[in-house]
């Protein structure tokens, strides 16, 4: 379907919508239907990389520690840890009398293979860069593990809140990988029900839980990817939440009786990759001047307030506010058109110059827009972008052939800690990374060993200003996130995090 024809349709769907009576459907008082754009492409949490593989996991599985709904950092399936003095080894205490979803007890074996998989590059977990650190599971009693790693990990706990799910080695041995991706099994708040692929994903109260037992009995997660049939769906009651709604919907959600739109940050930054690293060795893209003309030439708050409906913040670097501690000295890059095209001038391109420009149509949030309105506002200081639009998957697939000059990308939270955008986005040994500099690149690893919060602050901060003077990228914003939900739902997602849980969510009649 092209382009046009999805618009036209979304609008179609819209004016059907708006001429829908009050009709609602009378939802049970213990079942919450969540409505979103897209459905994990499987179920075995060793193996799935989107955001609805890591929601599904969220629910359904735990690991031995794990971030609550304030996206705290707490025990999980290990009651209490401690760190050797070299920082190479976590004892963890499990918790006693857990019980996976099918009844079977929780045990030592069961982290240590469920581990030992995760770390197998035959698993091909692509989450596996994040634990890599873990050298040896070591069963040290019934209720006690110790995780060997090869090196110092400063934040090897995130990490493990993030990649370090646990699962029932019997079931697993018993069903098979196939099998369990059919049909899981977890500790988690929610048990498995069933699926309908493209379609839905029901789930229950796991009633034997170690820590609670939902208030909500029945979670129902609904796949719909057209942005008017969520917005119908929470007009008439069919979903108690739907996410990711584009911007422009914010007024008609907030326009249907009963309900009302929740905006919130989301911790994902939106830039433009300059490719520095891999560009060609007559690319302008190599000149400092000419990328802070760049960041110039573009009007950020324009199309925050013109294209985002203010569903964003602007961004001086690469740190995201809602995640990390931005340094309040660093201020975003001003829109100065006449400054971009002296900056061309004297980096040797008073007349401007051409450059291919890749961008998503449907990965991101009116990514063809923006790209668009990036486009128009490049060209008003001289530079003509040849604007490549692809389909998502396309797009994708491309990616790390590394060949795009420049592109239109997000980079999303997933650890609560800058180290995860910086390891893996802009080092240059990163496999999304698209940049090279020496200096960062040793700040990044210095990273690595600091433990003290307050100077993991301090220390990215410096790496932040580092990338802004460089103008590594056209930095835009942090993007928020627009969820419409019914007057009945008592939930807020959790600060600086697209990734949603429902552990405490209640709903009335």
Not at 447 to 457: H, N, V
């Amino acid at each position: 379907m092209t382009a046009f024809l999805r618009r036209a349709t979304r609008a179609l769907l819209a004016s059907i919508i708006a001429m829908v009576p009050a009709l609602t459907f009378a939802q049970p008082a213990d079942r919450l239907t969540v409505a979103l754009p897209s459905e994990p492409a499987t179920l075995d949490p060793h193996k799935g990389n989107t955001r609805y593989n890591y929601l599904f996991n969220s629910n359904m599985f735990e690991g031995l520690v794990l971030r609550n709904d304030q996206a705290e950092l707490v025990p999980g399936l290990a009651e209490s840890y401690t760190v050797s003095p070299d920082g190479l080894t976590y004892t963890f205490n499990l918790r006693k009398g857990v019980r996976f979803h099918d009844g079977s007890p929780f045990t030592a074996e069961d982290v240590k293979f469920s581990l030992e998989r995760a770390t197998n590059p035959a698993t091909k977990n692509p989450l596996l860069s994040f634990i890599r650190t873990i050298d040896k599971v070591e069963i040290l009693g019934p209720n006690q593990v110790a995780l060997r790693l090869k090196e110092k990990d400063a934040i090897f706990l995130k990490k493990l809140a993030f990649a370090g799910w646990i699962v029932p080695r019997d079931y697993m041995q018993s069903v098979g990988e196939d099998g369990f991706a059919k049909r899981p099994v977890g500790t988690g708040p929610f048990r498995f029900v069933s699926r309908s692929i493209n379609e839905r994903i029901e789930m229950q109260a796991h009633e034997q839980h170690w820590g609670w037992v939902p208030k909500v009995r029945h979670l129902v997660l609904r796949t719909v990817p057209e942005d008017a049939v969520r917005l119908g769906m929470l007009q008439t009651g069919e979903a108690d939440i739907v996410a990711e709604m584009p911007p422009p919907l914010l007024d008609r959600i907030n326009a249907i009786r009963g309900a009302k739109a929740l905006s919130h940050p989301s911790g994902e930054i939106y830039w433009l990759v300059l490719n520095i690293k891999d560009a060609a060795k007559d690319s302008p893209l190599l000149n400092r001047q000419v990328r802070m003309a760049l960041n110039h030439a573009i009007d950020r708050q324009a199309i925050i307030t013109n294209v985002l409906r203010g569903q964003a913040e602007l961004i001086p670097g690469a740190l995201a506010p809602s995640v990390a501690a931005v340094d309040p000295q660093l201020k975003p890059y001003a829109h100065d058109p006449a400054l971009a095209r002296k900056l061309l001038a004297e980096a040797g391109y008073p007349n401007g110059f051409r450059i291919d420009m890749y961008s998503s149509v449907g990965r991101y949030t009116l990514d063809r827009d923006i790209s668009l309105a990036i486009a128009n506002q490049l060209k008003a200081v001289g530079i003509e972008v040849n604007l490549n639009l692809w389909d998502s998957a396309k797009w994708v697939g491309e990616l790390p052939k590394k060949y795009y000059p420049i592109s239109y990308q997000a980079f999303g939270n997933t650890i609560f800690d800058p180290e995860g955008l910086m390891i893996f986005g802009v080092h240059s040994k990163a496999f999304w990374s698209f940049y090279r500099n020496e200096g960062v690149d040793k700040l990044i690893d210095e990273s690595l060993s600091i433990t003290d919060a307050a100077a993991r602050d301090l220390h990215f901060q410096k790496i932040d200003r580092a990338l802004h003077d460089d103008a590594s990228h056209a930095f835009l914003w942090e993007s928020k996130i627009l969820i419409g939900l019914r007057d009945r739902v008592n939930w807020r997602p959790r600060p600086g995090d697209n990734i949603y849980k429902f552990w405490t969510a209640s709903v009335t009649k």
